[in-house]
Nanobody, 118 residues
Framework: QVQLVESGGGSVQAGGSLRLSCAAS?????MGWFRQTPGKERELVAA????????SYGDSVKGRFTITRDNTKNTVYLQMNSLKPEDTAGYYC??????????????WGQGTQVTVSS
């Protein structure tokens, strides 16, 4: 079992940037960032395979968000640029042992809040 700890959330004005980090207790996992707001389904924001060879992005963040990972630190990053008020959500890090970035994720972090004001 892997434990995930997110950090880096906060409040920012529209057009600003934030970087989220997710530290994992293990390695060799496909990892993803999801977000959720009350009353809405959780959506995939971005995901990356364990070797960084493949990434996936949600349509609403393509071109603005970038997911990367540093396997020497077992950490995944989500760089969020050109933030919009509709990006406001709880952001959750997740992991699974397979290769499919859009597969079923088994492990979840506690989440970090991102608030974008207009």
């Amino acid at each position: 079992q892997v434990q995930l700890v997110e950090s880096g959330g906060g409040s920012v004005q529209a057009g600003g940037s934030l970087r989220l980090s997710c530290a994992a207790s293990g390695s060799s996992y496909t990892m993803g960032w999801f977000r959720q707001t009350p009353g809405k389904e959780r959506e995939l924001v971005a995901a990356i395979t364990w070797n960084g060879g493949s990434t996936s992005y949600g349509d609403s963040v393509k071109g603005r968000f970038t997911i990367t990972r540093d396997n020497t630190k077992n950490t995944v990053y989500l760089q969020m640029n050109s933030l919009k008020p509709e990006d406001t959500a709880g952001y959750y890090c997740a992991a699974h042992a397979g290769w499919n970035t859009r597969g079923n994720y088994d492990y979840w972090g506690q989440g970090t809040q991102v608030t974008v004001s207009s």
